[in-house]
């Protein structure tokens, strides 16, 4: 069974403090994704990396950095918590290559800032 | 900037009936038109999905129809079932998985 693991299911943070959002995948994927869920807008994607210590910006990266020093682990960090971040954060990987392939999300790390 | 629009936010069905949830993108780059289907306290699982070379994808109860020159694109559950209620997210790629979202519509099938 694949299985993409986020650290924690639920968090509250203070404002102003550095956070660390943890995901692991056992699929051996290249790709791997950070979006945020927020009720009316979706998921927008935060930062993407297509292989180990490469990152891409997407489409809502301020206030966000993200490392990937191992290929299954990909982690999302908020410099300096605002209460603006507080949201539901979705993990995703997916397999390398030219296709488009399926995504496989983890089950949400859901943060509220305080 | 919002490129794939999705409608309705909400919508209620009877079951047995038919559920249409509608898409419309703007980039005619996409490639790959997937259907996420997320129960509450669960990240969003592959429902069904389709390439622009087809009209039309029918798995079980679930289709989506594509309809290019418009650059639309729906799916529809037939006969709907308390238990597809759920949240769907249509969505858009043009490389490498990733995926441009739309909105969300939440789904209520009632008995």
């Known amino acids: 069974d694949v299985k993409v693991t986020q650290s924690s299911r639920y968090l509250v943070k203070r404002t102003g403090e550095k956070v660390f959002l943890e995901c692991v995948q056992d699929?051996?994927?290249?790709?791997m994704f950070w979006y945020r869920q927020d009720p009316g807008l979706g998921l927008r994607l935060i930062y993407f990396?297509?292989?180990?210590?490469?990152?891409e910006k997407g489409d809502i990266p301020e206030g966000y950095s993200v490392s990937r020093e191992k290929k299954e682990r990909f982690s999302l960090i908020l410099e300096s918590a605002s209460t603006n971040q507080t949201s539901m954060y979705l993990c995703?990987?997916?397999?390398?290559?030219?296709?488009?392939?399926?995504?496989?999300f983890g089950q949400g790390t859901r943060l509220t800032v305080v | 900037q919002q490129q794939v629009k999705q409608s309705p936010q909400s919508l209620i069905v009877q079951k047995g009936g038919i559920s249409i949830i509608n898409c419309a993108y703007e980039?005619?780059?996409?490639?790959?038109f997937p259907w996420y289907q997320q129960f509450p306290g669960k990240g969003p699982a592959l429902l069904i999905a389709?390439?622009?070379?087809?009209s039309e994808k029918k798995e079980g109860r679930f289709t989506i129809s594509f309809n290019k020159s418009a650059k639309q694109f729906s799916l529809h559950i037939m006969d709907s079932q308390p238990g597809d209620s759920a949240t769907y997210f249509c969505?858009?790629?043009?490389?490498?998985?990733?995926?441009?979202f739309g909105q969300g519509t939440e789904l209520s099938v009632k008995p």
């Open positions: 995703a990987s997916t397999a390398g290559g030219r296709l488009n392939t399926e995504a496989f």
């Open positions: 699929m051996d994927h290249e790709n």
């Open positions: 990396s297509y292989d180990v210590k490469m990152k």
């Open positions: 980039n005619t780059a996409f490639d790959y």
């Open positions: 389709i390439r622009p070379d087809v």
């Open positions: 969505a858009a790629s043009i490389r490498r998985g990733k995926l441009i």
